[in-house]
């Protein structure tokens, strides 16, 4: 799990056990919500679990398939919660799962053609959180350079399209490209280079994209929406972009560069980051 979805599914587990409901996180090497577990709530594997709900984020690694299929033998209901944007690699749900989506739009784009499968609109936790922080954070100066968030780990689009955009955009505008934190592959690091050579500055700066008070631009960046609940400008751009990225900006609302910034959907970031999770703990309830 990255960092933002350990912090909602910590929120939610925090949340259920205040309502009184008997918590047990399973052990898929990620020890990072075990903390959250008090009382009676135990860390155990999938085989020894017996819930009347399960909440995950699919069924493509081992443990959430383990967990799915116990679900389907024992008539409990599976719900996936959203953790990041949709794109058409995205893993298909499990059958008969309950979706906890980010919005409408990305309840129908999962569940398209799929009449096993439900969805209810709960917004993102991670947005609301997003823009809850962005009122305490040193606000930087003004700029007018634009900061190019890198997505060379991503595989959903080809090298090509990935180095050309981050190349012509930031060597064009004099942007600086900001590696995305799983950028590590030996590939990623001669990108790199690449755009070093090409006199493209990288960022090393460990201050968070809230503090960047300039254009921020990337390709298909969780980030790009990050940024727009703090109240920055966001933009997508790829040379050329395909087909279903463009069709991915239309869905989020993400503005072209250089003359159409974000309108972000409200409804996808709540004003109380705890009304998200308060939707996700009702639905859950409903089991």
Known sequence: MNPSTVRTFHDVVDRLQGAGATVTVVDSGDT??????????????????????VIGIGHYAATGSALWRLSRRR???????????????????????????????DAAFWTADRSDAHATAVGS??????????????????????????????AELSWSVKIRSALEFCRDTGALYRPHPSETSQLSHAAHSALRVAGVEIDTSPSPLSEWNGPV????????????????????????????????????????????????????????PDAVVRMIVDEVGTQ
Not at 32 to 53: C, N, Y
Not at 83 to 92: D, E, K
Not at 217 to 225: E, I, K, Q, R
Request: aromatic residues 10%; negative net charge.
């Open 32 to 53: 990072r919500l075990r903390h959250s577990v008090t009382g009676e709530a135990r860390v155990v594997t999938a085989e020894d679990v017996s819930a009347g709900a």
């Open 217 to 272: 631009v990337g390709m298909f960046s969780t980030g790009l929406l990050e940024a727009a609940v703090a109240g920055q400008r966001t933009f997508g751009y790829a040379a050329p972009a395909p087909q279903w990225v463009e069709e991915f900006w239309t869905r989020y609302q993400i503005g072209r560069w250089p003359d159409s910034p974000t309108r972000l959907d409200e409804s996808l970031a709540p004003r109380d």
């Open 125 to 154: 936790h991670m947005l609301s959180s997003a823009r809850a922080e962005s009122t305490a954070s040193s606000a930087a100066p003004d700029t007018d350079r634009p900061l190019f968030l890198g997505q060379m780990h991503g």
């Open 75 to 105: 008539n409990s209901r599976f719900f996936v919660l959203q953790h990041g944007l949709l794109t058409p690699f995205a893993p298909p749900l499990p059958h008969g799962a309950r979706l906890l989506a980010w919005s409408s739009d």
